[in-house]
């Protein structure tokens, strides 16, 4: 079955910047996702890329995919308080009749002022 | 704009009570998702549907049932919830069902207490 690991806790104090690291198993995967859970609140889409792309920028964000070793990060520049949340990577495969998206177990980012 | 809402955000309810988690979208959306997450774990799939189909996951304790009674609602039903249920319940939407680039839009979740 699919398997997505991250670590659980990232602290970083604001301006510096951070990186959220992720590995997965499914080599069928086809895209990969980065979502922003803040407290008591939903999950939000922040960014994707699809499994054929080795780099995506947007604003502050920057996802690497090293395909070969099955391992996805976001990094976030100049990182801000309100960056503080848990970050869950996620995959999902392009298979008819189905959403498969399997999530990781979240970093918690924590941003020292 | 709240797209995805869900209600109540807080529920409490007492072992073996039946409850009912509601979730509704302003998206027009085909697909809606049920997730259960555990503290300090990744949100897991329990079924979706896709229209008025009914996906249910393999793993998903019989315990749990999903109405859809049209395209703007969804309920979760717990029949006879265990103190093992308590969790944030995410509801979430998408357009299609493929994962091809569909984004999944996410409520803000309701927490079940289970005393």
């Known amino acids: 079955g699919e398997d997505v690991e991250q670590s659980l806790f990232l602290s970083v104090r604001e301006g510096d910047s951070s990186v959220i690291n992720c590995t997965y198993t499914d080599s069928s995967s086809t895209y990969l996702y980065w979502y922003k859970q803040e407290p008591g609140a939903g999950l939000q889409l922040l960014t994707y890329?699809?499994?054929?792309?080795d780099m995506k920028q947007d604003q502050r964000l920057t996802v690497l995919l090293n395909k070969k070793d099955k391992h996805l990060s976001l990094r976030i520049a100049d990182t801000q308080t309100g960056d503080s949340a848990i970050y869950f990577c996620?995959?999902?495969?392009?298979?008819?009749?189905?959403?498969?998206?399997?999530f990781g177990t979240g970093t918690r980012l924590t941003v020292i002022p | 704009d709240a797209m995805v809402i869900q209600n109540p955000r807080y529920q409490v309810t007492q072992f073996g009570k039946p409850v009912t988690l509601s979730c509704s979208q302003t998206?027009?959306?085909?697909?809606m998702y049920w997730y259960q997450q555990k503290s300090s774990q990744a949100p897991k799939l329990l079924f979706h549907y896709y229209d008025k189909d009914f996906n249910n996951e393999a793993d998903t304790p019989d315990n749990f049932q999903s109405r859809r009674p049209n395209t703007s609602f969804c309920f979760l039903d717990i029949r006879s919830p265990g103190l093992g249920d308590a969790a944030m319940y995410l509801c979430?939407?998408?357009?299609?069902?493929?994962?091809?680039?569909?984004?999944?839009?996410f409520g803000p979740g309701t927490r079940l207490t289970v005393l």
């Open positions: 890329i699809f499994s054929n792309m």
């Open positions: 996620a995959e999902s495969t392009d298979q008819t009749g189905a959403n498969n998206l399997f």
């Open positions: 998206l027009n959306h085909n697909v």
């Open positions: 979430a939407t998408s357009r299609v069902r493929s994962g091809l680039k569909d984004t999944q839009y």
